[in-house]
């Protein structure tokens, strides 16, 4: 009787044992499958580790710095590039229509007057928060001329629903032209 | 019995150093992804280099727009009223009610005694305290345009703007709720036109919730509502911060024009 049961408990012990190594081996390739899905996206997709952090006081955007009215939109620099500035605030992005050239390195810098927004440029990966305090940087290049609609995606009040603005994508000699007259460029009304 | 258990918790227990050290290898393999291997990997000069990726990738503060052409400066002067909910409180800057109702008598012949007048001028009694010194400083600084107001604001101080704004905010209001009830509440005000970049009135000024610095609208005069309305559509008036009410009257159609001014001065 008690050999038997010696001789069962071994065989419990040792498939507990199987087990566990099973259960571990799982584990360990489960975590391991996660962090090589944050190395591929973060390599080969927009997905981006913690982002590019800069403040800025939000309260006095509009008395100086580069947030002040008149040079939000789109600057053209000495590299070629494009500076794209824009302010979100309850409850429209200003400016309300962005113009930017098609193949042509952008780069937005975003920031809040007030509080939390998001924006979402449509059939692109541009998607960022836009905080008060803080200023979003980030590059992009437009393939294709074109629309785009670019809402507020974090809700900021009660008139959110109607905080939207416009990317209008032209070709690069479009552009240059448009840029020959005016020191930042728009495309309000 | 259990004296012959091996401890769990030991570097002898094969169990224990062999899930424990995987873990930590997993941990700092992770660490080296995130902090270094990821940020190297982004196109921008602040994330290249050892440190530069830690810190980068940690969060620290930094300029991250490296050359730009110089900010464009203004043409016309715009608000530089810096607008914070205490900018009008403590007891050193706020304002005195009494030495406001006496500095308040160069206004009475356009605002009438108490605030309220029947001149098309808009009435400041009970007016946000806030918005009547933003204003005021605008005048001041030409960010606001007025034949009327720029002489009348010439020689105040900052200590005079608080003072004016704490004795207008201190008036009682006139009845409006029984005038506005008289009309019911138009799309324009309650719901805006999200379709066409137009958040409700009520959002900012009222009815809904209450934006610093945003005026209170009720009652004020039909045809002083409805010309700063197609002053802003028209950019004649550019005191809003960053176009934000700009960026709203042009977008209105004459009719929302004045459905939204007929409600606010709860008239027809």
Not at chain 2, 31 to 45: E, H, I, K, R, T
Request: charged share 15%; glycine share 8%; net charge neutral.
């Amino acid at each position: 009787m008690a050999e038997t049961f010696s001789a069962k408990s071994n065989d419990t012990a040792a498939l507990a044992a199987r087990l566990e190594k099973r259960w571990a081996f799982m584990m360990v390739s489960i975590m391991a499958l996660l962090v090589g899905v944050m190395i591929f996206t973060g390599l080969h997709w927009a997905m981006m580790p913690p982002s590019r952090v800069e403040t800025i006081n939000p309260s006095t955007l509009h008395v100086s710095g580069e947030f002040v009215e008149s040079n939000l939109g789109s600057a053209v620099e000495a590299d070629g590039s494009i500076t794209v500035r824009i302010i979100g605030q309850q409850y429209s992005f200003t400016p309300q229509c962005i113009v930017v050239p098609a193949k042509t390195p952008i780069t937005f810098r975003v920031t809040s007057a007030d509080v939390i927004h998001g924006m979402l440029i449509t059939g692109t990966n541009i998607n960022s928060m836009v905080e008060p305090g803080y200023i979003s940087t980030f590059k992009t290049e437009f393939e294709q001329t074109g629309d785009h609609l670019m809402p507020c995606h974090e809700y900021c009040g009660v008139g959110h629903e109607a905080m939207w603005a416009n990317v209008r994508v032209v070709d690069k000699d479009a552009f240059s032209k448009m840029a020959a007259k005016a020191g930042r460029l728009t495309c309000d009304l | 019995m259990n004296d012959h258990r091996p401890r769990l918790i030991s570097l002898r227990n094969p169990w224990f150093t062999a899930s424990a050290g995987a873990v930590l290898i997993l941990f700092l393999f992770t660490v080296f992804v995130g902090f270094v291997w990821l940020p190297s990997a982004q196109n921008d000069a602040l994330f290249k280099g050892l440190l530069n990726a830690i810190c980068s990738a940690a969060g620290v503060p930094r300029a991250w727009l490296s050359e730009a052409s110089p900010p464009v400066q203004p043409k016309a002067p715009v608000s530089s009223v810096v607008l914070t909910p205490d900018m009008l409180g403590g007891p050193s800057s706020g304002g005195s009610v009494g030495r406001g109702a006496t500095l308040a008598l160069r206004c009475t012949m356009c605002h009438g005694a108490r605030g309220v007048s029947a001149a098309n001028t808009p009435n400041l009694a009970g007016q946000y305290e806030a918005s009547i010194y933003k204003e005021l400083r605008d005048f001041q600084s030409g960010a606001r345009t007025s034949a009327v107001m720029a002489p009348m604001v010439v020689g105040l101080g900052d200590q005079d703007l608080r003072d004016l704004s704490a004795y207008y905010a201190s008036l009682p209001r006139g009845d409006v709720s029984a005038a506005q009830q008289a009309h019911a509440m138009p799309n324009i005000v309650a719901t805006g036109s999200p379709m066409r970049n137009i958040a409700p009135c009520g959002s900012c000024h009222g009815d809904m919730a209450i934006k610093l610095g945003a005026p209170w609208l009720g009652p004020q005069p039909h045809d002083y509502l409805k010309s700063q309305l197609e002053a802003f559509a028209n950019d004649r008036r550019h005191n809003d911060i960053s176009a934000q009410m700009r960026n709203i009257a042009r977008n209105m159609t004459a009719d929302e024009i004045n459905a939204s001014a007929s409600y606010y001065a709860g008239s027809k």
